[in-house]
C-alpha cells in the first residue's frame, strides 16, 4: 500500500511522474484531473499604521502573530457580488528584518525614518482568500525544468478566477475600514491581481468525489483508479475553504488512515451514503 | 535530508569588529561599506556603517560557512550534499552581481563626478543611487492616505535579484538581523526602531526571552473586548 502526504503539489507532480504502460498518463489519473484545479490561498490584508505622536505603541512582535478572528464575513452574503467568504484575522507586521510594510521605502531617510516611526505603531488585518477552483488551474511536469536529480519540476499555471478577484477586493476593503475605525492613521491596502502562493497552502490537485469520472479519490482519500493508493494531504480537498487549512487536513488524514486500519486492511469496503 | 535540528554546526558567530576580508577587495569592502550608509544613513541614530553592515555583507557573500545560524546561536549549519551544491551556484551567482555592481556604480559615478563612488559628498552619492536605480529617492512615509498595492510575495530571498534591490535588501538584513551573523552590531539597529528582541540566539531556544511586560494585562476583560460574550457567556469544555 502506498499513502502520499507530500502537499498538493508533489503529490500531484509524484503521480503524473508515475507514468508506465499501464497508467501512461500517470498514476490514479484515468480522470484526466491529477493536477487539475489547484487552489492556494492567497494571503490579503490591509496594514494600518498608527501615529506615535499620538497612539500608543502596539508591540506586535511581542506576541503570537495573530491575536484574534472572526468569521463574521464567512458566509455568502448576497449583496456583495461574489460567493464564499473568508477568515479574516488581525495580526503583527512581523519582525525588524521583514517587517510588513508593502510601500515601505526602499533607502535612504526616509527607510529609515519609517522603520523607527512605524515599526512598533503597526498592525494589518488578513484575509485567507476562500479561491475557487478553476480545472484550468492547473500543476503539471514542467517540459524544460529538471530538479536536481534530473526529474521535471512541477509547473504551476494560475489564473484568478473573477470570483477571487471580487471576494478579495471586498473583504480588503472592508478590513481596511475596520482599520480605520480602529484608528489607523494611514492604511495600505493590498489587493489580488495575481497568485503569489504567499500561504504555502495547496489543495485540490486530486479533488475528492462519487463520481471516478469527475474525482481522483474516493471519500476516503483512496484512489478511484487503483486501491492501494491513498492520497491524505490537502489534494483531495474540492474546494480550498476560506481558512488555514493544516488542521483539517491532519483531521481528515486520521479519517482515512482509521479506514486504511480498520476496514481496508481487513479486507473490506464501506462507502459513506449521500442522499 | 535530516532535521536541520541535527545538522553538523561549524565556526563561531561573527565577529563585527573584523576587518578581515572573506570575499570583497578593500575597494569593494569600502564601495559597499560607504554605499550602504546611504541606504541606512546614520543621523542621531546608528546607520548601516556603526551596525557593521559591510561585515554581513562580506560574510554572507564569501560562500555558503554563514548562510544559516545554528538555533542557538553557538555557530553555523555546515550545509552538505546537493543543498550544498544549490547553495554555492546561488552565491556564485550573487559574487558576479555584486563584483559588477560595483564596476557599475563606480561608472556611473565616474561620468558624473569623475570620481570614484567612494570618493564623493553623500550628497554625490544619493545623486549616483538614483540614476543607478533609475527612480528618485524615497520620499518619506505621510500619513492620512490610504495607498493600494497589489498582490506581492512577501519574501527576503535574493535569488535572481539585480545589484541595487539586492544591496537594499541584504543592507536591511544586515541591520536587524541577530548579530551573530556580524551586522546589528550591540543590537544598534533593534534599538533604533525599539525592537526588543533576544540578547542572544540561544535565549530563544532554553525560554529565558521573555515578551510578557509588552502585554497589556488586566485593564480589560474577555467581555469589554468580545460584546458576543455578554450574551453568550463561554463555556468551557464539558460543561
Known sequence: ?275 | MTLKADWEIVGSPIDPDSNERLFFTAHEWATIEAATARIIPTDHDPGAREARVVVFIDRYLSGIDHVFAAADGSGFLKLTGKFAEAWRSRMWDMQQTYRQGIRDLDEVARQSHDADFTDLTEEQQDAVLETFSGAPKPSKVTLGTTEAVTTFLQGTFDEGMSFFPALCLHTKQGFYCDPVYGGNKDHMGWKVIGFVGPKSLKDTMDGTYDTTPYFMEGDYTWEDLVPHLRDHPFQPAGE
Open chain 1, 1 to 275: 500500500m502506498v499513502v502520499l502526504g507530500l502537499g498538493a503539489i508533489e503529490s500531484a507532480r509524484l503521480m503524473l511522474m508515475s507514468r508506465s504502460a499501464q497508467y501512461p498518463d500517470g498514476l490514479a489519473n484515468s480522470s484526466g484531473l491529477v493536477g487539475k484545479n489547484a487552489t492556494f490561498h492567497e494571503y490579503v490584508f490591509a496594514v494600518g499604521l498608527f501615529d506615535k505622536e499620538i497612539d500608543d505603541p502596539l508591540y506586535g512582535w511581542a506576541g503570537n502573530y495573530i491575536s484574534g478572528g472572526t468569521f463574521e464575513f464567512y458566509e455568502t452574503g448576497k449583496d456583495r457580488g461574489h460567493i464564499g467568504g473568508c477568515l479574516i484575522s488581525a495580526s503583527q507586521t512581523v519582525h525588524p528584518v521583514n517587517w510588513v510594510f508593502p510601500g515601505r521605502p526602499s533607502w535612504g531617510s526616509a527607510l529609515k525614518d519609517a522603520d523607527r516611526d512605524y515599526f512598533n505603531y503597526a498592525m494589518k488585518i488578513g484575509a485567507i482568500l476562500h479561491d475557487m477552483p478553476r480545472e484550468s488551474n492547473r500543476v503539471d511536469l514542467d517540459p524544460t525544468v529538471k530538479d536536481a536529480w534530473g526529474l521535471p519540476v512541477a509547473r504551476i499555471t494560475h489564473q484568478p478566477h473573477e470570483n477571487d478577484v471580487r471576494m478579495s477586493r471586498w473583504q480588503v476593503d472592508k478590513n481596511t475600514e475596520i482599520l480605520e475605525v480602529a484608528g489607523a492613521r494611514k492604511t495600505v491596502p493590498v489587493y489580488l491581481d495575481r497568485m503569489t502562493g504567499n500561504t504555502c497552502h495547496q489543495h485540490g490537485t486530486a479533488r475528492m468525489g462519487n463520481d471516478p469520472a469527475k474525482s481522483v479519490l474516493n471519500e476516503w482519500c483512496q484512489s478511484h483508479d487503483i486501491d492501494n493508493l491513498f492520497v491524505v494531504d490537502g489534494s483531495g480537498f474540492p474546494t480550498s475553504t476560506g481558512v488555514n487549512p493544516t488542521l483539517t487536513m491532519m483531521a481528515n488524514a486520521w479519517r482515512a488512515c482509521d479506514y486504511i486500519v480498520d476496514t481496508f486492511a481487513k479486507g473490506r469496503e464501506e462507502h459513506i451514503r449521500v442522499a
